[in-house]
């Protein structure tokens, strides 16, 4: 609840106390004379009251609506394959900075994803968003990584779209997210996205298997772990071994606090002519991205396909599932282009064409030249 909200309600708390003890305090004809007053204020009050509930109901409905329309924006969107050369060198982790300006890719109120699909015969990488909204990431992933190439997926393009299920397959789905929102997500892997691929790798066709991050700007938690930092340090605390903790506590969000942020769903789903290989699949995908995660902050399932859960539509890339606040480092471990090395685990892995070259200098014709000689030995 905000401050706002707070003091408006501590104030009609203290009205209707106020207003309560100075009519205990009259006398049955007062009250009689104060009857057409109090019926007015009444009913005063209880306009504003459904006033108040009207104004609050379409904001609501506005919302639902412009949420709404995002979400058969991004579902009417594009979808590109993003390749990188079999000699693309190997990707740290560490030092890579895409997510820490996605973050902030215009327009921000949509979100898009970012997805590995594969099995045993194929894997490939790619985005998915508005027409609008892939630019501006398309842009981002090019400055990251220069040697990126990028070719369209579905329609006329010749690359099928693999989240389109076909008719008489299953599916089955998971999303999984770190345990607590306050502490940040470790890794314990050497790379997240390569222990994905290895997994995608092991899948048997006609089985296929994908892993996608949905993700859109997030402005809310920055603010909440800058609070939570201040809490911690206002108050007197007599015992110092109790300071000493709030401290620390409050120095852990503010460190926190100082990345960017974005609002996340990380699905992993699979899909099959048999019920039980697609269920397998996507199990065995999220115990593997479980697993890359440390201790600290766990990363657990949090939703997962079954009768009492909603239903999904993977080619809408529907952000309406289990959302957490992943920081920008974070995301990044699990959302990168790798390098040539991604082959050694994921052989089929969809590759770029060779950067070209300029030829040599003695093989280059002379200005002008019309023929070339040539000598053969015998």
Not at 50 to 62: A, P, T
Not at 122 to 149: C, G, M, N, Y
């Amino acid at each position: 609840m905000t401050e706002n909200k707070k003091i408006a309600l501590l104030g009609l708390l203290a009205f209707i106390i106020v207003g309560g003890s100075l009519l205990l305090g009259l006398s049955p004809r007062q009250l009689r004379d104060l009857r057409p007053y109090l019926l007015m204020g009444a009913g005063f009050l209880l306009f504003l009251f459904f006033l108040v509930i009207m104004v609050k109901l379409l904001q609501r409905h506005s919302k639902s609506r412009q949420a709404q329309a995002t979400q058969e924006a991004v579902a009417n969107g594009e979808s590109w394959m993003l390749l990188r050369p079999k000699e693309a060198k190997t990707v740290d982790v560490a030092k890579v900075t895409l997510w820490r300006r996605l973050a902030y890719a215009q327009p921000t109120a949509e979100h898009f994803s970012f997805e590995a699909h594969g099995n045993a015969d194929h894997q490939r990488l790619l985005v998915h968003a508005t027409p609008t909204k892939l630019r501006s990431v398309l842009r981002e992933f090019i400055q990251e990584w220069d040697d990126v190439q990028r070719r369209p997926v579905g329609g006329d393009s010749g690359e099928p779209d693999w989240t389109v299920i076909p008719e008489g397959w299953s599916l089955y789905w998971l999303e999984v997210g770190p345990s607590s929102t306050d502490q940040p997500v470790t890794v314990s892997g050497r790379d997240p996205l390569l222990a994905a691929l290895s997994e995608l790798a092991d899948i048997p066709a006609p089985t296929r298997a994908m892993l996608q991050v949905i993700a859109r700007s997030d402005t809310r938690t920055r603010h909440r772990l800058g609070t939570q930092s201040a809490q911690m340090r206002t108050g007197d605390v007599s015992d110092p071994g109790v300071r000493y903790q709030r401290t620390h506590e409050a120095k852990r969000l503010e460190e926190r606090g100082a990345r960017l942020f974005l609002e996340a769903v990380v699905r992993v789903a699979a899909v099959s002519p048999n019920a039980e290989r697609a269920r397998g699949a996507a199990v065995a995908l999220a115990n593997t991205l479980c697993n890359q995660f440390g201790p600290d902050n766990p990363v657990v399932i949090l939703a997962q396909c079954g009768a009492s859960r909603r239903s999904v539509s993977l080619p809408t890339r529907a952000f309406d599932g289990a959302m957490r606040p992943w920081a920008d480092d974070e995301i990044a471990a699990l959302a990168h282009l790798p390098g040539g090395n991604a082959l050694s685990v994921a052989p089929m892995l969809a590759t770029g064409s060779a950067k070209a070259l300029p030829a040599r200098p003695e093989l280059r014709l002379p200005e002008r030249a019309f023929t070339a000689a040539y000598a053969s030995r015998i």
